[in-house]
């Protein structure tokens, strides 16, 4: 069965600041990745996706990369602002057709 | 164009009423997805539909819970006797085809409190 763990669950961190947002699925058979991000109150919306041939994905000021293999995904995001200041969502798609498997998130604050 | 929207915003029923939950996919997606989300934690799949048939139901807790798409746009979450267990966000989300190169919109979301 799939899992998705997201660490850390938790960050805050000043403005301008480069931070790295870690994710980790336990089986490796997957067609995708996703990065999503929550605000409170509202639905998900896509940041990323990262197709399971693909190493990485860019952006804008975000960079999704990909290792299947050791099953780890990172979220990098450059000059962090406090418009960034969300829960950002890693989902897998083991199902081909896009059934996500979700991790808990890991809710940022970007503080001025 | 018009999102993925959802209604009601919020509803609040009592232990062992009916409830139902409507879903306005994009226009022109055939795939549709109903996940639930708890406090803290990501959404969990319920249901799959591709066009009106429900393609993969697995994740629907038991049988009190129930979904439709007869026309193969709206679709209509059904929840019987609820608990307060059933109490959290359900979010619908559609994508063109269901592919996997496809990207899924959600919804705001529907907050359910069973009291």
């Known amino acids: 069965k799939q899992e998705v763990t997201q660490i850390p669950a938790a960050l805050s961190v000043p403005e301008g600041e480069n931070l790295v947002l870690n994710c980790s699925f336990t089986?490796?058979?997957?067609?995708?990745l996703q990065w999503f991000r929550q605000d409170p109150g509202k639905g998900l919306t896509s940041l990323l996706l990262?197709?399971?041939?693909?190493r990485e994905q860019t952006s804008g000021r975000l960079n999704a990369s990909l290792d299947k293999s050791s099953g780890r995904s990172t979220l990098y995001i450059a000059a962090s602002q406090p418009g960034d200041s969300a829960t950002y969502l890693c989902?897998?798609?083991?199902?081909?057709?896009?059934?996500?498997?979700f991790g808990a998130g890991t809710r940022l604050a970007v503080h001025p | 164009g018009a999102g993925v929207s959802q209604t009601p915003s919020n509803k609040v029923t009592e232990k062992g009423k009916y409830v139902e939950l409507r879903c306005d996919p994009i226009?022109?997606?055939?795939?549709l997805y109903w996940y639930r989300q708890s406090l803290g934690q990501g959404p969990e799949f319920l249901i799959y539909?591709?066009?009106?048939?429900?393609?993969?139901d697995s994740g629907l807790p038991n049988d009190r819970f129930f979904a439709v798409r007869p026309e193969g746009s709206v679709s209509t979450l059904k929840i019987q006797r609820t608990e307060r267990g059933d109490s959290a966000v359900y979010l619908c989300?559609?994508?063109?085809?269901?592919?996997?190169?496809?990207?899924?919109?959600f919804g705001p979301g529907t907050r359910l409190t069973v009291l």
């Open positions: 989300a559609s994508s063109l085809r269901g592919g996997s190169t496809d990207t899924q919109y």
């Open positions: 089986d490796s058979a997957i067609y995708n």
């Open positions: 990262i197709q399971s041939s693909q």
């Open positions: 989902a897998v798609n083991s199902g081909g057709y896009n059934k996500l498997i």
């Open positions: 226009s022109g997606h055939t795939a």
């Open positions: 539909f591709q066009g009106t048939g429900a393609a993969d």
